[in-house]
């Protein structure tokens, strides 16, 4: 449950409260959620229902989260509608796990991530002063830095790679076509294309987690997030200075 | 310049759409949240206009815009972070971050500063804001 929030981009507190109230929804004495952004250890005390004085018997697990770069909003929708039954009437144990398999088994729509990516890229390209031609060129981008960043998501490349690579390519596309057809703003369509690449998720979580006393999930993530922009301007200086020194002569 | 800024708050709102289907928000929510990212711009540019500051323009921004998060949470049962990440898309400095990296590139050190400078100025508004609303938030649900 919590892995399925951490890795869909929800808040560090979110996913230590949700452990900590399902635990007590289902008869827990105490429970102890430790959560930063690689690793979820949970400790789970049970009081003996023959005899409650005895002293308590405790389960602990570690579970290992190894990626957090697919964001689907709806996983944490429906984890925190289900949190909220739970705690407000009754579910079976069974019942519970069959619907958070169901939670885990749902899908990102691809179609519509693209056609997402496709209308966001676009309408930044306008939104920071480009032309028309520009949004155009932009969410015909947007098509293939969402194919890149499903593919590369798949083979477990970690997001600074993937950044460099994806951010290498489409500016050095972009810095070519500029060179061809001069009517083109190829900052503006840059710029839109990087905001689906800006990891502004992780940034802002993080400041949030900080600010509600999560400091070490925070610090760790912001500092990840700082590498990913790194990764994503030093894609693009390398795609630009690649493209000026060949066009020069 | 009023066609600029329709324009603006257009796309500012077509943007977070975008967004919001590629974070894959439930679909019932993606208008909601989109508007989140039109109120951000509209707010941001009301308060530019009369007091010439980014800095105060963003903040105002975010604390309108997680206001607003806060309660569309309520409203439509939903975690607050589903709206705000999509709200606040408008004020991520893409522009800003490009032009450092671009000018950075290009030798112009002075102008890679003030570009590098002013982005992290937009971080950080954001951040206060969004940060003061919880926080505010925080001490009246804890009551």
Request: with cysteine.
């Given at each position: 449950m919590?892995?399925i929030?951490?890795e869909?981009?929800a ?5 230590e409260?949700?452990?900590v ?29 023959r ?14 989260i190894?990626s957090?770069?697919?964001t689907?909003f ?10 909220r ?29 693209t ?8 309408s930044f ?14 969410s015909?981008f ?11 998501g798949?083979t ?14 489409t ?18 369509i840059l710029?839109?294309?990087i ?5 502004g998720l ?9 600010l509600?006393?999560?400091?070490i ?6 500092i ?9 301007a030093?894609?693009i200086?390398t ?6 020194t060949?066009?020069?002569? | 310049?009023?066609r ?28 909601y949240?989109?508007?989140g ?11 530019h ?20 998060s ?19 898309i408008?004020?991520?400095?893409g522009?800003?971050?490009?032009y ?21 100025i937009w971080?950080?508004?954001i951040?206060a ?10 001490l009246?649900?804890?009551?």
């Open positions: 919590g892995e929030l951490l869909n981009g808040e560090i507190s979110r996913v409260d949700t452990l109230w399902t635990g007590k929804a289902y008869g827990a004495k105490q429970v102890d959620a430790f959560v930063i952004t690689s690793i979820i250890i949970l400790s789970i005390e049970f009081a003996d229902p005899n409650p004085e005895l002293e308590l018997e405790a389960l602990t697990g570690t579970r290992r190894y957090s770069t697919g689907y709806h996983k944490i929708e429906e984890i925190n509608s289900l949190s039954k739970i705690c407000s009437e009754r579910i079976y144990l069974h019942e519970f796990r069959s619907s958070l398999n169901e939670i885990a088994a749902m899908t990102k729509n691809d179609n519509l991530v056609f997402g990516g496709v209308i966001a890229a676009g390209a306008v939104f920071f002063g480009g032309s028309l031609n520009d949004g155009v060129v932009a015909l947007a098509v293939m830095i969402t194919a890149l960043q499903n593919k590369l798949h477990q490349v970690n997001t600074s790679a993937s950044n460099l690579l994806i951010s290498l390519i500016g050095l596309c972009v810095g070519f076509l500029g060179k061809v057809f001069t009517v083109l703003h190829v900052d503006k710029i839109g294309d905001m689906l690449l800006v990891p992780a940034m802002t979580n993080s400041v949030r987690n900080i509600v006393g999560n400091t999930s925070g610090i760790i993530r912001l990840e997030s700082f590498i990913w922009a790194l990764a994503l030093g894609g200086m795609a630009m200075i690649i493209v000026e060949v066009i020069r002569p | 310049m009023t600029e800024i329709i324009l603006q708050l257009l796309t500012a709102f077509t943007g977070s759409f975008g967004f919001a289907l590629s974070f894959g928000i439930r679909t019932a929510h993606s208008l949240a989109a508007f990212g039109f109120l951000s711009w509209a707010v941001y540019l009301t308060v206009g009369l007091s010439n500051n980014e800095f105060l323009a963003c903040l105002a921004a975010s604390i309108i815009a997680m206001t607003y806060e309660i569309m949470a309520r409203l439509r049962k939903s975690p607050a972070t589903v709206f705000i990440i999509i709200a606040i408008p004020l991520v400095p522009g800003s971050l490009y450092a990296m671009s000018n950075a590139v290009m030798g112009n050190s002075e102008m890679a500063e003030f570009y590098a400078n002013q982005t992290l971080v950080l508004a951040s804001g969004i940060s003061f609303v919880t926080a505010i938030h925080e009246r649900s804890r009551k």
